[in-house]
């Protein structure tokens, strides 16, 4: 879908912000300025700074200036998700991602062992089914992360649903590239039957177990893909 010049421009100083083109605590050209920078009306750029300081990535001092908002110590996962989707995530950010997400997820797993009941497991059951006859990468990739929702989900915790929800949209341009390697998909898929099987069992540690082994064989592929590799 062709981004509208609203989108475009965001876009454009989200990158210009993240590579460091504007340093954090610069202050960023007026409203009349961008303005007349990007030929576009007042009401677009008002659209454009709306969303750059919901996101966090400005600061408004009132009457006074735009400034870049501190969003490597105060930025949110919504950042984190742009800075993987323009490609500006450097390995020190990517490490504590992929570390992050470990531990929730294994102690979602952990607690799944405990928690889960049949019902649950029954629908776990049926998107492996589902995601084993999947050729499309993307589609695959969805229902990888669906699959990591759902444990978060069977933990019976609802927040560590919503947390592993928000991980989502830093994840997708991640795994979307190497799952078209059918042996990497293949990987997946029985880990998943596995971890699935452990849950069942009500077996704490060989859950866990899985699940880390899942993890960093992602961990590995996805610093390989970033780094120019196989």
Known sequence: MKKSLTETIIEELKISILSGEYEVGEKLPTLRELADLYNVSRSVINAVVVDLETNGYIKIVPTKWIEVADWKNEGNLAILADQVAFGLLDPSQLGDLLEARKLLEVECVR??????TKEQLGRLRALII???TEDDPKKRARYDLQFHYTICKLSGNMVYGFVMKAFEASS??????FYSDHEVYAFV???HQCIADAIMAKDGREAELQMRL??????TIIQNVL???K
């Open 111 to 116: 607690r799944a062992c405990e928690k889960a």
């Open 130 to 132: 589902e995601e084993e």
């Open 172 to 177: 997708v341009p991640l795994i979307e590239r």
């Open 189 to 191: 898929l029985e880990k």
């Open 214 to 219: 899942l993890l960093e064989h992602g961990e």
């Open 227 to 229: 780094q120019g590799g």
